[in-house]
């Protein structure tokens, strides 16, 4: 039942999504939302906020508020994270363009963000320029627009699930790297993520004045991996390209010593 539930929603919002753009709406057609709404923690460079129905925007400060019909932007520079009335976290890096279409659901239109969803969070709507999702559980995840549309999350922490329109579903576990793909969203391969190197490296993690609330979790998930991947012959490592990108490269690992 909440399957076919989840089916719908992601079916009306996919004709919403399709048809979005930041000056589309009238006054009195923008999504309402009383329940979701973010604040701003902690912000680097310039990053702005715009009303889907307004011609200018306004930057955004420390303790500024972000509410549903917001679009919020960042340049070259830039990096900042929100935090929900509800707990969860959503980091935006540079050159990022994300919608509040309404209430808990947005759009990355382009760029790479970083959500941590609490214990016990609702479920939350999610759309690339082509895929439409909802991801539910907790944890950590990582997401980047690809150049096709589509996007690619990364697990960093619990095991946050994705939800497609058909009824499949993945859960994303530590360091596994899903690609979702294609208008309505398919699957695409699993490859494995270096968690040591990129949260090392990725400016989303490390590159702001404070860590994150879950950064335990996150170090958690680091030590666990490493304590596994010794055991493998062959590895993906993931190393962070700049604000927004994550790079792999594939390695190869030395066979322990034969007896």
């Given at each position: 039942?909440?399957?076919?539930r ?12 399709n048809g979005?753009?930041?000056?589309s ?43 549903a ?6 340049n070259?520079k ?10 969860e ?15 808990r ?9 970083l ?18 999702v ?14 096709n ?26 360091g ?6 294609e ?14 190197t990129?949260i ?35 590895a ?24």
């Amino acid at each position: 039942m909440r399957a076919a539930r989840v089916i719908q929603t992601l079916a009306a919002l996919l004709f919403a999504a399709n048809g979005f753009s930041a000056t589309s709406y009238g006054d009195d057609e923008l999504p309402k939302s009383e329940d979701w709404s973010f604040r701003v923690a902690q912000t680097i460079d310039k990053a702005f906020r715009q009303g889907l129905a307004e011609k200018a925007g306004t930057l955004l400060e420390v303790n500024a508020s972000v509410e549903a019909g917001s679009l919020v932007a960042t340049n070259e520079k830039a990096k900042i994270e929100l935090s929900s009335i509800h707990g969860e976290t959503l980091r935006l890096g540079s050159k990022t363009v994300v919608v509040f279409q309404a209430d808990r659901f947005f759009r990355l239109k382009a760029g790479s963000a970083l959500l941590h969803l609490p214990e016990n969070a609702s479920p939350i709507s999610f759309s690339s320029p082509i895929c439409l999702v909802e991801f539910s559980g907790s944890g950590v995840l990582l997401l980047e627009v690809t150049g096709n549309g589509g996007f690619k999350a990364i697990g960093l922490s619990g095991e946050p699930k994705i939800l497609l329109s058909d009824g499949s579903e993945r859960i994303v576990k530590p360091g596994n790297l899903t690609f979702l793909l294609e208008n309505p969203a398919k699957f695409g391969p699993i490859l494995d993520i270096d968690l040591l190197t990129l949260i090392s490296t990725s400016n989303l993690i490390s590159g702001f004045e404070k860590p994150l609330a879950c950064n335990q979790d996150l170090i958690r998930s680091m030590l666990l991996q490493r304590s596994r991947i010794r055991q493998r012959t062959r590895a993906f490592v993931g190393d962070a390209k700049d604000n927004q990108g994550f790079q792999l490269l594939n390695i190869s690992e030395k066979k322990p010593p034969q007896d």
